[in-house]
T-cell receptor
Framework: GAVVSQHPSWVICKSGTSVKIECRSLDFQATTMFWYRQFPKQSLMLMATSNEGSKATYEQGVEKDKFLINHASLTLSTLTVTSAHPEDSSFYIC??????????????FGPGTRLTVL | GQQLNQSPQSMFIQEGEDVSMNCTSSSIFNTWLWYKQEPGEGPVLLIALYKAGELTSNGRLTAQFGITRKDSFLNISASIPSDVGIYFCAGPTGTASKLTFGTGTRLQVTL
Protein backbone atom coordinates (compact mmCIF):
# COMPACT_ATOMS: atom_id res chain seq x y z
CA GLY A 1 0.00 0.00 0.00
CA ALA A 2 0.92 3.65 -0.32
CA VAL A 3 3.12 4.87 2.50
CA VAL A 4 3.82 8.42 3.57
CA SER A 5 6.49 9.23 6.13
CA GLN A 6 7.22 12.35 8.13
CA HIS A 7 10.40 13.45 9.80
CA PRO A 8 10.87 14.21 12.57
CA SER A 9 8.05 12.56 14.49
CA TRP A 10 8.45 15.15 17.22
CA VAL A 11 10.51 18.24 17.78
CA ILE A 12 11.00 20.69 20.64
CA CYS A 13 12.48 24.07 19.84
CA LYS A 14 13.03 27.45 21.41
CA SER A 15 10.84 30.40 20.57
CA GLY A 16 12.20 32.34 17.60
CA THR A 17 13.89 29.42 15.87
CA SER A 18 12.81 27.79 12.61
CA VAL A 19 11.80 24.17 12.24
CA LYS A 20 11.66 22.09 9.06
CA ILE A 21 9.34 19.10 8.72
CA GLU A 22 9.71 16.64 5.84
CA CYS A 23 6.96 14.65 4.18
CA ARG A 24 7.88 11.82 1.82
CA SER A 25 5.83 9.46 -0.31
CA LEU A 26 7.81 6.24 -0.14
CA ASP A 27 6.33 4.07 -2.86
CA PHE A 28 4.46 6.40 -5.20
CA GLN A 29 4.83 9.76 -6.86
CA ALA A 30 2.75 12.44 -5.25
CA THR A 31 1.54 15.11 -7.63
CA THR A 32 -0.06 16.96 -4.75
CA MET A 33 0.77 17.11 -1.07
CA PHE A 34 -1.31 18.70 1.65
CA TRP A 35 -0.32 20.07 5.03
CA TYR A 36 -2.72 20.01 7.99
CA ARG A 37 -2.51 21.30 11.53
CA GLN A 38 -4.33 19.72 14.43
CA PHE A 39 -4.61 21.29 17.88
CA PRO A 40 -5.40 19.07 20.88
CA LYS A 41 -8.89 17.62 20.81
CA GLN A 42 -9.67 19.35 17.55
CA SER A 43 -10.09 18.31 13.97
CA LEU A 44 -7.56 18.52 11.16
CA MET A 45 -7.42 21.91 9.48
CA LEU A 46 -5.94 22.21 6.02
CA MET A 47 -3.11 24.74 5.92
CA ALA A 48 -1.94 24.53 2.34
CA THR A 49 -1.84 22.53 -0.88
CA SER A 50 1.41 22.06 -2.73
CA ASN A 51 2.03 20.79 -6.22
CA GLU A 52 5.44 19.63 -7.36
CA GLY A 53 7.42 22.45 -8.91
CA SER A 54 4.95 25.23 -8.18
CA LYS A 55 4.07 27.56 -5.36
CA ALA A 56 1.85 26.31 -2.57
CA THR A 57 -1.73 27.49 -2.22
CA TYR A 58 -2.50 28.57 1.32
CA GLU A 59 -5.86 28.46 3.06
CA GLN A 60 -7.39 31.64 4.32
CA GLY A 61 -5.78 32.81 7.53
CA VAL A 62 -2.55 30.83 7.10
CA GLU A 63 0.52 33.05 6.86
CA LYS A 64 2.56 31.98 3.86
CA ASP A 65 5.67 33.79 5.11
CA LYS A 66 5.51 31.94 8.39
CA PHE A 67 4.78 28.49 7.02
CA LEU A 68 7.10 27.99 4.07
CA ILE A 69 6.28 25.02 1.87
CA ASN A 70 8.57 23.55 -0.73
CA HIS A 71 7.57 20.66 -3.00
CA ALA A 72 10.80 20.14 -4.88
CA SER A 73 10.18 16.61 -6.11
CA LEU A 74 7.34 14.16 -6.63
CA THR A 75 8.24 12.38 -3.40
CA LEU A 76 9.19 15.18 -1.01
CA SER A 77 7.50 18.23 0.44
CA THR A 78 8.83 20.29 3.33
CA LEU A 79 7.10 22.62 5.75
CA THR A 80 9.27 25.17 7.54
CA VAL A 81 7.80 26.97 10.51
CA THR A 82 9.78 30.20 10.65
CA SER A 83 10.37 32.11 13.87
CA ALA A 84 8.26 29.65 15.79
CA HIS A 85 6.32 30.77 18.84
CA PRO A 86 4.48 28.79 21.53
CA GLU A 87 1.16 29.29 19.73
CA ASP A 88 2.61 27.34 16.77
CA SER A 89 2.85 24.25 18.95
CA SER A 90 0.64 21.69 17.30
CA PHE A 91 0.46 18.35 15.51
CA TYR A 92 1.36 18.81 11.83
CA ILE A 93 0.19 16.13 9.41
CA CYS A 94 0.90 15.82 5.72
CA UNK A 95 -0.89 13.80 3.09
CA UNK A 96 -0.03 12.88 -0.46
CA UNK A 97 -2.18 12.31 -3.51
CA UNK A 98 -1.12 10.56 -6.69
CA UNK A 99 -3.87 11.67 -9.06
CA UNK A 100 -4.31 14.91 -10.95
CA UNK A 101 -7.21 17.24 -11.53
CA UNK A 102 -10.19 18.01 -9.35
CA UNK A 103 -11.69 14.55 -9.19
CA UNK A 104 -11.19 12.71 -5.94
CA UNK A 105 -8.12 10.52 -5.55
CA UNK A 106 -7.25 8.98 -2.22
CA UNK A 107 -4.95 10.95 0.02
CA UNK A 108 -2.49 8.96 2.08
CA PHE A 109 -1.59 10.49 5.42
CA GLY A 110 1.72 10.64 7.21
CA PRO A 111 2.06 9.78 10.90
CA GLY A 112 2.32 13.42 11.94
CA THR A 113 4.94 15.60 13.60
CA ARG A 114 4.39 17.03 17.04
CA LEU A 115 5.95 20.46 17.40
CA THR A 116 6.44 21.99 20.83
CA VAL A 117 7.78 25.52 21.00
CA LEU A 118 9.13 26.59 24.38
CA GLY B 1 -16.80 27.63 4.25
CA GLN B 2 -18.22 24.15 4.42
CA GLN B 3 -18.63 22.60 7.83
CA LEU B 4 -19.05 18.98 8.74
CA ASN B 5 -20.65 18.39 12.11
CA GLN B 6 -20.36 15.03 13.76
CA SER B 7 -22.41 13.58 16.57
CA PRO B 8 -22.03 12.43 19.15
CA GLN B 9 -18.90 14.33 20.12
CA SER B 10 -17.78 11.42 22.29
CA MET B 11 -18.99 7.97 23.26
CA PHE B 12 -18.15 5.66 26.13
CA ILE B 13 -19.34 2.15 25.44
CA GLN B 14 -18.74 -1.36 26.67
CA GLU B 15 -16.96 -3.98 24.65
CA GLY B 16 -19.41 -5.86 22.45
CA GLU B 17 -21.82 -2.98 22.00
CA ASP B 18 -22.71 -1.53 18.63
CA VAL B 19 -21.85 2.08 17.82
CA SER B 20 -23.54 4.58 15.55
CA MET B 21 -22.31 8.03 14.61
CA ASN B 22 -23.23 10.51 11.96
CA CYS B 23 -21.92 13.43 10.00
CA THR B 24 -23.95 16.27 8.53
CA SER B 25 -23.01 19.00 6.12
CA SER B 26 -24.42 22.36 5.17
CA SER B 27 -23.74 21.54 1.53
CA ILE B 28 -23.70 18.59 -0.83
CA PHE B 29 -20.77 16.22 -1.13
CA ASN B 30 -20.18 13.79 -3.97
CA THR B 31 -17.84 11.63 -1.94
CA TRP B 32 -17.90 10.81 1.75
CA LEU B 33 -14.90 9.43 3.61
CA TRP B 34 -14.57 7.96 7.08
CA TYR B 35 -11.22 7.98 8.86
CA LYS B 36 -9.95 6.71 12.20
CA GLN B 37 -7.17 8.47 14.07
CA GLU B 38 -5.34 6.91 16.99
CA PRO B 39 -3.39 9.02 19.47
CA GLY B 40 -0.23 10.50 17.99
CA GLU B 41 -0.93 9.13 14.53
CA GLY B 42 -2.26 10.36 11.22
CA PRO B 43 -5.77 9.42 10.10
CA VAL B 44 -6.34 6.13 8.31
CA LEU B 45 -9.07 5.70 5.71
CA LEU B 46 -11.75 3.21 6.75
CA ILE B 47 -14.45 3.54 4.12
CA ALA B 48 -15.05 5.66 1.02
CA LEU B 49 -18.55 6.29 -0.35
CA TYR B 50 -19.15 7.55 -3.87
CA LYS B 51 -22.90 7.44 -4.55
CA ALA B 52 -25.99 8.69 -2.75
CA GLY B 53 -27.67 5.85 -0.91
CA GLU B 54 -24.58 3.65 -1.08
CA LEU B 55 -24.04 1.26 1.82
CA THR B 56 -20.50 -0.08 2.18
CA SER B 57 -18.96 -2.43 4.72
CA ASN B 58 -15.41 -3.02 5.86
CA GLY B 59 -15.39 -5.85 8.37
CA ARG B 60 -17.40 -4.75 11.41
CA LEU B 61 -17.76 -1.24 9.99
CA THR B 62 -20.64 -0.15 7.80
CA ALA B 63 -21.09 3.31 6.35
CA GLN B 64 -23.89 4.88 4.37
CA PHE B 65 -23.99 7.83 2.00
CA GLY B 66 -27.17 9.78 2.78
CA ILE B 67 -29.63 10.21 -0.07
CA THR B 68 -29.64 13.99 0.35
CA ARG B 69 -25.84 13.90 -0.09
CA LYS B 70 -25.59 16.11 2.99
CA ASP B 71 -25.03 13.38 5.54
CA SER B 72 -23.35 10.08 6.18
CA PHE B 73 -23.45 7.45 8.90
CA LEU B 74 -20.92 5.04 10.35
CA ASN B 75 -21.80 1.97 12.37
CA ILE B 76 -19.41 -0.30 14.24
CA SER B 77 -20.75 -3.64 15.35
CA ALA B 78 -19.56 -5.65 18.34
CA SER B 79 -16.96 -3.09 19.43
CA ILE B 80 -13.58 -4.21 20.73
CA PRO B 81 -10.92 -2.30 22.69
CA SER B 82 -8.85 -1.58 19.57
CA ASP B 83 -11.76 0.43 18.15
CA VAL B 84 -10.73 3.23 20.51
CA GLY B 85 -9.84 6.41 18.67
CA ILE B 86 -11.30 9.44 16.99
CA TYR B 87 -13.49 8.90 13.96
CA PHE B 88 -13.65 11.65 11.38
CA CYS B 89 -15.84 12.06 8.37
CA ALA B 90 -14.40 14.04 5.49
CA GLY B 91 -15.35 15.22 2.05
CA PRO B 92 -13.33 16.43 -0.91
CA THR B 93 -14.13 19.86 -2.32
CA GLY B 94 -12.79 22.35 -4.77
CA THR B 95 -9.53 22.18 -6.60
CA ALA B 96 -7.23 19.21 -6.08
CA SER B 97 -9.96 17.58 -4.00
CA LYS B 98 -9.00 19.32 -0.79
CA LEU B 99 -10.46 17.52 2.20
CA THR B 100 -12.73 19.10 4.77
CA PHE B 101 -12.76 17.12 8.00
CA GLY B 102 -15.63 16.78 10.42
CA THR B 103 -15.48 17.70 14.08
CA GLY B 104 -14.80 14.10 15.09
CA THR B 105 -16.36 11.50 17.37
CA ARG B 106 -14.13 10.22 20.16
CA LEU B 107 -14.80 6.59 21.00
CA GLN B 108 -13.81 4.93 24.25
CA VAL B 109 -14.41 1.21 24.77
CA THR B 110 -14.41 -0.27 28.24
CA LEU B 111 -13.98 -3.93 29.06
Amino acid sequence: GAVVSQHPSWVICKSGTSVKIECRSLDFQATTMFWYRQFPKQSLMLMATSNEGSKATYEQGVEKDKFLINHASLTLSTLTVTSAHPEDSSFYICSARAGVGDSYNEQFFGPGTRLTVL
Amino acid sequence: GQQLNQSPQSMFIQEGEDVSMNCTSSSIFNTWLWYKQEPGEGPVLLIALYKAGELTSNGRLTAQFGITRKDSFLNISASIPSDVGIYFCAGPTGTASKLTFGTGTRLQVTL
